[in-house]
């Protein structure tokens, strides 16, 4: 079976249901079997949701009836979907509006219901790359949007690692382990780090202001499946690169920070708290600063956490 | 009849290396507890009187009852402090 085609989409609109079909088959995911993306087109006006539990940019979240299940809403066009409690089914309701811009609706939207989505298989979202080292250790390096996430992927993809995403992993259970599931996805670099690879070549991805890289454009190789062993959480620094382990307290704290979503669904809650405390029982975890110095000595980072 | 205490249903527990880390759901909250606030929280998943809560410290640590007596006071107090317990009932 193709990645990503697991996830099945239902939809009467056959640009929609293509745009969105060829967005999932481009994730390469491979997800558990049984999830539904239930898409109806319709120029009926849309429930109004409020009471938001939980926002994102241009995303919000509020509890569906009952306080089970959830509702998701983009804030940019009107758009909602409705996950019924323990449902695999995604019921999304879609305006002529935001039909039209399928390409923010897919980034934002349709990326926040399938994130809800695949938490209900035991997939849980971390804002965070991947990558495993020449000598096979698997790396989880978790942060904001300007924690450098992305600029280090390169950096190491362009240095013999393999690289998954640059910030979306899921993390889920595999035997007595936390693996990471990544997306086929572009390593998005901003100016600065497109600058400070000094790299040509890459996609302009005009409606991100950034400049998007495979591994494979890098001279690496892209990687669906991260058994970390360690988790760096990072910051850009103007000194050189430096590395402080941390117990497994702050650890868990830090996972929590960037895989927000825990907080969402109390139902799954526990199961989702338990994975991220899982993983900080099977890795070593470092707050690491970024310094340039990295990029003549990328290795550093497993000199520093060694 | 003395107060009855049940833990709030937001909180989600984990157990770190014998430490306890709450994290309660409502407020987007994070918060670390020694191991024996960890028992005691595990134990709040039913509503305990505060000498059901004693008890439990004196079997499992070499404590006086009233030094147990006053650090579970102190636990309960810090606790509604935070939102994480609440009275039986409400």
């Known amino acids: 079976m193709m990645l990503g085609a697991s996830i099945l989409v239902r939809c009467d609109n056959y640009a929609v249901k293509t745009a969105i079909e060829t967005w999932l088959t481009g994730l390469s995911l491979d997800a558990p079997a049984g999830l539904v993306l239930d898409v109806v087109i319709t120029d009926d006006a849309l429930p109004e949701v409020t009471d938001f539990v939980f926002e994102q940019p241009d995303v919000r979240f509020a509890r569906g009836a009952g306080g089970r299940g959830l509702i998701v809403v983009w804030m940019e066009a009107p758009a909602v979907a409705a996950l019924l409690a323990a449902d695999t089914t995604a019921s999304i309701r879609l305006s002529g509006e935001a039909a039209r811009q399928m390409d923010l609706c897919i980034r934002t939207f349709m990326m926040s219901v399938l994130i809800v989505l695949l938490r209900r298989v035991g997939w849980y979202h971390l804002h965070a790359a991947t990558a495993i080292d020449p000598q096979g250790r698997g790396w989880l390096i978790a942060g904001n949007a300007h924690a450098g996430k992305s600029t280090t992927a390169a950096l190491l993809a362009a240095n013999g690692w393999r690289v998954g995403a640059d910030d979306a992993a899921w993390l889920a259970r595999r035997d007595h382990r936390v693996v990471v599931h990544t997306p086929r996805a572009p390593i998005a670099l901003r100016e600065d780090g497109h600058r400070l690879l000094a790299r040509d070549g890459g996609v302009q991805l005009t409606d991100r202001g950034k400049v998007g890289y495979t591994p494979e454009d890098l001279g690496g190789v892209w990687t669906p499946l991260v058994d970390p062993e360690i988790v760096i959480f990072t910051a850009v620094g103007t000194s050189r690169t430096s590395a402080h382990p941390l117990d497994r307290r702050s650890a868990l704290a830090e996972l929590v920070r960037w895989s927000a979503w825990v907080v969402l669904e109390p139902d799954l809650a526990q199961a989702h708290l338990d994975v991220l405390t899982s993983l900080t029982r099977q890795t070593r975890t470092f707050r690491v600063t970024l310094g340039r110095d990295l990029f003549a000595h990328p290795n550093r980072l497993i000199e520093l956490t060694t | ?90």
């Open chain 2, 1 to 90: 009849m003395s107060e009855r205490y049940v833990r709030h249903p937001d909180l989600r527990l984990a157990d770190v290396e014998g430490d306890g880390v709450v994290l309660h759901l409502g407020t987007r909250r994070y918060f670390s507890m020694t191991e024996s606030g960890l028992i005691l929280m595990q134990a709040l998943e039913t509503p305990q009187a505060v000498s059901d809560l004693v008890g439990l410290l004196l079997e499992q640590y070499e404590v006086t009852p009233e030094q147990a007596e006053i650090s579970v006071r102190q636990f309960i107090d810090t606790c509604r402090t935070a939102d994480l317990l609440l009275p039986e009932g409400k």
